[in-house]
C-alpha cells in the first residue's frame, strides 16, 4: 500500500487480511473437526510426528511454536483416541517421548496439511525485516486492544 492510501482504506485492507487468516484458521480446525473427530491443534500434533520420529512434548512444542503444557493436553487427547502413544524415550528414562499409532497414521494419510503449518510455512517465508515489522505491528496492535478493553 503506498502513501496516497487513505487511513479507511488501510484500516479496511487490514482487518480484511486479519479476517481472511481467521477465516482460513477456523475452516481448517472446522474440517478437522467434521471428517476426523479431532481439533485443529490434535491434527497439527499429528502432522509434526508425520515422519514417523518420536518426540518429546518439548520438541512438539517447539515444532508447532506452542507452549508446552498446551501440547501436552493435545497429546493427551490423541492418546485417549489411540492415534499416539507414549513411550519412554532412548537413554533417558525420564524422557516420554509420542509417536503415531498406525490408526494415527492412518488418519493422517487422509487429512490436509493444517492450517497452522502453512501460517508458519509463510511466517518463515518472509523476510527477517518483514517478520520484524509484522511482529512490532501485531504486538502494538493487541496492546492497544486489551487497553481499550478496559477503559
Given amino acids: 500500500m ?10 479496511r485492507s487490514v482487518l480484511d487480511a486479519l479476517r481472511h487468516v481467521v477465516q482460513v484458521l477456523r475452516i481448517s480446525a472446522r474440517a478437522a473437526e467434521m471428517h476426523h473427530g479431532i481439533s485443529g491443534a490434535q491434527l497439527f500434533v499429528l502432522h509434526q510426528l508425520s515422519d514417523g520420529v518420536a518426540r518429546s512434548i518439548n520438541d512438539l512444542a517447539e515444532g508447532t511454536f506452542t507452549h508446552q503444557s498446551s501440547v ?3 497429546v493427551s487427547r490423541l492418546a485417549s483416541r489411540r492415534l499416539v502413544r507414549r513411550k519412554r ?3 533417558d528414562g ?3 517421548e509420542v509417536e503415531l499409532t498406525p490408526v494415527g497414521r492412518r ?3 487422509r487429512a490436509p496439511e493444517p492450517a497452522q503449518a502453512r501460517l508458519i510455512e509463510a511466517i518463515l517465508a518472509l523476510k527477517p525485516a518483514q517478520r520484524s515489522a509484522l511482529l512490532e505491528g501485531l504486538s502494538y496492535l493487541l496492546r492497544l486492544i486489551v487497553g481499550l ?3
Fill in 2 to 11: 503506498g502513501t496516497n492510501v487513505s487511513s479507511v482504506e488501510a484500516t
Fill in 72 to 74: 501436552s493436553v493435545v
Fill in 89 to 91: 524415550g532412548g537413554g
Fill in 94 to 96: 525420564r524422557r516420554t
Fill in 107 to 109: 488418519m493422517l494419510q
Fill in 149 to 151: 478493553r478496559f477503559v
